[in-house]
T-cell receptor, first 119, second 113 residues
């Protein structure tokens, strides 16, 4: 079974530009969550999608948005990039929504991440 | 406020030695607790998952314990190897609608020869 894939793996942008990151979940997984990871801050939750609907959103500005398609693939978009947006963006998929399942069916499997550098 | 605190922040040990990482949480209502291992430049990988009724779970040389009364968990690594060098992240899931995953900031473990 193929794991979670994210594209691109590396990205360099300049301030003010926008970027779109893509995530393909494990086949059969319906939930996709996005996280931002920076040194010293750990993983910070961006948003969660389930059945094409955003179910929850973290404390990030409106410049960060996302969507999920009918095949569960997800994209996230960051507009008007700032230097502070430089980070590793991780996507995680699970069969059930995190926190709502029994015995591990909500275990998240992470992709390798997209390393975004904003110059 | 739901929080997960991990200690120590970083740790250096010699190859072959044992070590224990700590995770304290204030998450309610509690659903489950996971430990993840994250190698540099890669996404986290699940090591163990424990529900309220479980107090020990092993995965090879990794043993996680959970004390739901004191809201503490530990991850014990036995006979450490160089490949254990990574960040270990404790994640607590709250049993509620909407995402309820609370992440600790992780412990960075360095195993040296």
């Amino acid at each position: 079974k193929a794991g979670v894939t994210q594209t691109p793996r590396y990205l360099i942008k300049t301030r003010g530009q926008q970027v779109t990151l893509s995530c393909s979940p494990i086949s059969g997984h319906r939930s996709v969550s996005w996280y931002q990871q920076t040194p010293g801050q750990g993983l910070q939750f961006l948003f969660e999608y389930f059945s094409e609907t955003q179910r929850n959103k973290g404390n990030f500005p409106g410049r960060f948005s996302g969507r999920q398609f009918s095949n569960s693939r997800s994209e996230m978009n960051v507009s008007t990039l700032e230097l502070g947006d430089s980070a590793l963006y991780l996507c995680a998929s699970s069969f059930d929504r995190p926190g709502l399942a029994r015995r591990g069916t909500d275990t998240q499997y992470f992709g390798p991440g997209t390393r975004l550098t904003v110059l | 406020k739901n929080q997960v605190e991990q200690s120590p922040q970083s740790l250096i040990i010699l190859e072959g030695k044992n070590c224990t990482l700590q995770c304290n949480y204030t998450v309610s209502p509690f659903s489950n607790l996971r430990w993840y291992k994250q190698d540099t430049g890669r996404g986290p990988v699940s090591l163990t998952i424990m529900t309220f009724s479980e107090n020990t779970k092993s995965n090879g040389r990794y043993t996680a314990t959970l004390d739901a009364d004191t809201k503490q968990s530990s991850l014990h690594i036995t006979a450490s190897q160089l490949s254990d060098s990574a960040s270990y992240i404790c994640v607590v899931s709250a049993q509620q609608a909407g995402t309820a995953l609370i992440f600790g900031k992780g412990t960075t473990l360095s195993v040296s020869s």
